[in-house]
């Protein structure tokens, strides 16, 4: 059985910690959206930072990985489980590098 948007919301939420709103959309082909925001950081035209960028790239793990960056860079000292994975997504984060640069 899949889970639904909002269980998926839920466990993201949980993931992400204290600082995080999370929010599951569907783009235009009903593929889930995650889109992870910052409830401390407030960037260009007063809106909340987020994970969320135009295109494809915004799956479960891209949005985490991203989120998990932006709390070891701006928030260093926060605590969110997500951070077990930091290893796996700066790795993720050279492949991707890696292969740009052919």
């Known amino acids: 059985m ?42 260009r035209d007063g809106r909340a930072w987020s994970t969320y960028r135009p295109g494809e790239d915004n799956g479960y793990l891209a949005a985490m990985d991203r989120w998990t960056f932006h709390l070891t860079e701006k928030h260093p000292g926060e605590t969110a489980p997500c951070l077990a994975y930091l290893p796996a997504a700066q790795q993720r984060l050279q492949e991707r590098r890696d292969a740009l640069r052919g």
Do not use: M, P
């Open 2 to 43: 899949t889970a639904t948007r909002s269980a998926r919301e839920r466990k993201a939420a949980s993931e992400a910690g204290a600082l995080s709103a999370v929010k599951i959309d569907l783009d235009g082909d009903q593929r889930f959206l995650y889109k992870i925001g910052c409830t401390s950081c407030v960037v």
